[in-house]
């Protein structure tokens, strides 16, 4: 199992190798952020362990570029104790977890167990799908660079839809992702708010994404949005 290990302190990163060889890793050392980058660009690790205070760029902007790349490799982000502002915004550029400094070994090597086991997946921070944008931390969405202004629902449905790009999506489904068992929608609602969304994010636009397929459901067009439906 194949692990980079990015940390500038030479001492710190020796101690980490060495631990991580005598639990059978094959670790590669990266001192700084646009070598890890290029490193991770190089050989598909199973595990990145990521120093956030790096010299050059740090931790937050080597995850991001690795994950604008389509690098998934899951990363585990080494932070300061108590800086919890630092954990969320790491999440929030990528990272998979989050170590606080100075940790235990034992529980270095169990976090990295774990999240070998998820695999490299793809797992966009920022949803992406044509011209519309969605940053599900920032709340924010947009088409073509142009800010959309949704209500909680839209952006939760219109999230729902950019996770499932092409696919087919009926009523019932739509509504057991992104209503509760609290509310009493039916699937109507549905109707409403698929039409509340294309009034803001088609509508404007010329091109429509949300497509109606008759009588399944609702899909999202994958594609650029940049030709115009017949
Ligand atoms: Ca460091």
Redesign the pocket.
């Known amino acids: 199992m194949r692990v980079l290990v990015v940390?500038?302190?030479t001492r710190a990163a020796a101690l980490l190798r060495r631990g991580l060889v005598e639990e059978g890793f094959a670790v590669d050392i990266g001192s700084d952020g646009v070598d890890a980058v290029w490193q991770a660009s190089e050989v598909a690790y199973y595990v990145i362990v990521l120093?956030l205070?790096?010299p050059g760029i740090d931790g937050f902007e080597v995850c991001r570029r690795l994950r604008a790349d389509g690098r998934w490799a899951p990363v585990l982000m080494l932070t300061a104790r108590g800086e919890i502002a630092d954990r969320i915004r790491g999440l929030n550029v990528g990272a998979d977890d989050y170590l606080p400094k100075p940790f235990s070994f034992g529980e270095l090597v169990a976090r990295l167990r774990a999240l070998m086991r998820r695999g490299a997946v793809a797992r966009p921070a920022v949803l992406e799908v044509g011209g519309l944008r969605l940053d599900p931390a920032a709340r924010t969405a947009s088409r073509d660079e142009t800010p959309l202004d949704l209500s909680s629902k839209e952006f939760a449905l219109l999230e729902y839809l950019m996770r499932h790009p092409g696919e087919v999506l009926t009523r019932t489904v739509i509504m057991e992702y992104v209503w509760d068992f609290a509310s009493d929608a039916t699937s109507n609602v549905v109707d409403q708010y698929v039409a509340y969304l294309r009034r803001k994010i088609d509508k404007p636009f010329g091109v429509p994404q949300v497509e109606m397929v008759r009588g399944a459901g609702y899909r999202l067009r994958a594609g650029t949005g940049q030709q115009r439906l017949g």
């Open positions: 940390e500038d302190e120093d205070m790096l």
